[in-house]
C-alpha cells in the first residue's frame, strides 16, 4: 500500500506561485508512475501533469504548458508540481496519484493510489 499526502496549497493572487508537495510513505513510489490532477469545482477531475518511471520523462495538460513543472525526488519519495503565472482558472483540489508499474498516463482510471488533495484558489 501506498499513502500520498499534498501539502502547500493556498490562497494567492493572480500571477503569484505555489509549489506543491506530495510526500509517499508504506511503500517507495521510485518505480511508479506518478501524476498530478485536479478538480474545479462542478467538473470533474482532470489531468496536469506527470512524470513516467523510468526514465522521468514529464508530460502536461495543454492548459498549464510552460507555467507548471512536475518533479520528483526519489530519495525523498516526494512529487512536487512548481506553479508559476498562476491564473483564476487554475482553482482548484490538486491531487497527486501514483500508477503500479510504472509508465505514464493521462487517464486517471490507470492510477492506483491517491492523496486527499490540497486546495488551490487563485483570486483576480
Known amino acids: 500500500q501506498v499513502q500520498l499526502v499534498e501539502t502547500g496549497g493556498g490562497l494567492v493572487q493572480a500571477g503569484d506561485s505555489l509549489r506543491l508537495s506530495c510526500a509517499a510513505s508504506g511503500r517507495s513510489v521510485s518505480s511508479s508512475g506518478t501524476a498530478w490532477f485536479r478538480q474545479a469545482p462542478g467538473k470533474e477531475r482532470e489531468f496536469v501533469a506527470g512524470?513516467?518511471?523510468?526514465?522521468?520523462?514529464?508530460y502536461y495538460a495543454d492548459s498549464v504548458k510552460g507555467r507548471f513543472i512536475i518533479s520528483r525526488d526519489n530519495a525523498k519519495n516526494t512529487l512536487y508540481l512548481q506553479m508559476n503565472s498562476l491564473e483564476p482558472e487554475d482553482t482548484a483540489v490538486y491531487y497527486c496519484a501514483a500508477k503500479v508499474g510504472g509508465g505514464y498516463s493521462r487517464n486517471q482510471r490507470d492510477y492506483n493510489y491517491w492523496g486527499q488533495g490540497t486546495q488551490v484558489t487563485v483570486s483576480s
Open positions: 512524470v513516467n518511471w523510468p526514465g522521468g520523462y514529464t
